[in-house]
């Protein structure tokens, strides 16, 4: 499921819908049985959010073979998109993804200050 919500949100950035794109992707959707249920920041991303589901619950259905899929869209206004300011907080956002990034900084003598 997860493979083919990612290639709509994909699909719909490559035609310029760089919005919808990233509503798309903003959070994992979550799968219980046949219904989707995803969160949203705030009722203006669900209303566009909406504005596009038909679309996307097509794209799933077909590639999914699975008519009986529905989406459930919840806004949750507590979360929280985490955005890299200084060159030390995309450091350290990159070392909570992949704690190698220190391997690979103490090994090639990288300085964060260049």
């Known amino acids: 499921m997860m493979l083919q919500w990612t290639k709509y949100a994909q699909r719909l950035g490559e035609k310029g819908y760089k919005i919808m794109e990233s509503l798309l992707l903003i959070n994992d959707p979550k799968l219980d049985g046949t219904n989707i249920t995803f969160e949203l ?19 799933l259905r077909g590639h999914l073979h699975n008519h009986n899929i529905t989406i459930e869209v919840n806004v949750n206004e507590t979360i929280e998109i985490k955005r890299s300011f200084t060159d030390q907080d995309r450091y350290n956002r990159l070392l909570e993804i992949n704690p190698n990034i220190e391997l690979l900084r103490t090994t090639f003598g990288l300085d964060l200050d260049a």
């Open 41 to 59: 920041p705030n009722e203006g991303s669900k209303l566009d959010f909406e504005s596009e589901m038909i679309g996307l619950l097509g794209h």
